[in-house]
């Protein structure tokens, strides 16, 4: 049954209601059009971008956003300690060790560390890098820091991470960019 109201200008048909899968169906290709010229262009443009890109969207995403909290706020997460038992008026450092801390859920391949001797004036003496491999998540690693013949202090910084199972990559010192995610790498 066909009913019109006429207005002076406006007519409204009601007729038999459209099914809710063809009001949607342009709305799906558009955005799969979308995705697929986006892909498409990063491919053609920069295949190891593209890689990283679809790598990252094939997350669930409450983990991009969990990893991408892990990369971003690092040091709330990774960190690094030491045992030394310094004594100032003792010249020399031996027998200390270092650890490294991971509160993440993820295994972090690799961590140096850097460690520098520091003298009684605050110059560094000497520097050396530590290299911890395969920490496992919720868990430290410890190992032994090289032994100094002059120094009264130690300074410890991270100075590189890398991670594959959550895409990190950090080095001291390296430019972020304006990239909301510049630790993000394959």
Same mark, same amino acid.
């Given at each position: 049954m066909n009913h019109s109201i006429t207005t002076?200008?406006?007519?409204i048909d009601h007729e038999a209601p459209v099914s809710k899968k063809w009001i949607l169906a342009p709305l799906i290709l558009a955005t799969v059009f979308t995705i697929i010229g986006l892909i498409g262009g990063l491919i053609f443009g920069n295949?190891?971008?593209?890689? +990283?890109?679809? +790598?990252? $969207?094939?997350m669930p995403p409450d983990s991009v956003l969990i990893y991408m909290d892990y990369r971003? *706020?690092?040091? +709330?997460?990774?960190? =690094?300690s030491?045992?030394? +038992?310094?004594?100032?008026? =003792?010249?020399?450092?031996?027998?200390?060790?270092?650890?490294? $801390? *991971?509160?993440t859920d993820k295994f972090l391949d690799n961590v140096q560390v850097k460690v520098d001797y520091l003298t009684a004036n605050g110059k560094t003496y000497k520097s050396?890098? =530590?290299t911890l491999n395969k920490i496992e998540p919720n868990s430290a690693s410890t190992v032994a820091a090289p032994d100094s013949?002059?120094?009264?202090? =130690?300074?410890m910084q991270i100075a590189s991470i890398r991670s594959t199972?959550? $895409?990190?990559?950090?080095?001291n010192g390296m430019k972020t960019g304006d990239s909301p995610d510049p630790y993000l790498c394959k």
């Open positions: 002076s200008k406006i007519t295949p190891a971008q593209a890689q +990283n890109v679809i +790598n990252f $969207h094939s971003n *706020n690092w040091p +709330n997460y990774i960190s =690094v030491t045992d030394a +038992n310094i004594h100032p008026d =003792v010249e020399g450092i031996k027998n200390i060790t270092l650890t490294v $801390h *991971n509160s050396e890098t =530590v013949d002059k120094g009264i202090c =130690v300074k199972a959550f $895409h990190f990559c950090y080095t």
